[in-house]
């Protein structure tokens, strides 16, 4: 695969770096995805055990880091499907995974599909 252009989207006043900072937060998709899966470990919290100034509550962790990742996964998605509410399975692989428009199949022309693109990353910097 030929290597991926960065986007302009100064006409949304998103900066290169700024672009850059959304494009790899989507990118981690799917690693939030699988450490999302893999938190499942639920214990008791361990009163009277300190660590620093404050109380160590595993339990209460786990569900923060839990809570984190879904709404990343939500911002992620939620920007996609308001994008377009029909094609925004196309827009969340395309951002995601990095997969260009020609290995897509999508019912839309390439502009047309790059142009939803850019209004993705418009709405992601939005919500973020």
Known sequence: MAKEKDLKLLDYDIS????????YFCRQ????????????????????MRRGASFSDK???IAIKRARLTDELKIIEQAAVE?????????????????????????????????????????LDQRR
Do not use: H, M, W
């Open 16 to 23: 290169d770096n700024r672009y850059r900072e959304l494009k």
């Open 29 to 48: 998709y799917k690693e939030k995805q699988k450490r999302l899966c893999s938190i499942t470990e639920i214990s008791s919290p361990q009163l009277g």
């Open 59 to 61: 339990t209460a962790n």
């Open 83 to 123: 994008t377009d509410g029909q094609l925004y399975g196309y827009i969340l692989k395309s951002v995601t995974d990095g997969t260009p428009y020609e290995y897509l199949d999508i019912p839309t022309s390439r502009s047309g599909f790059y142009a939803l693109r850019r209004r993705f990353f418009y709405i």
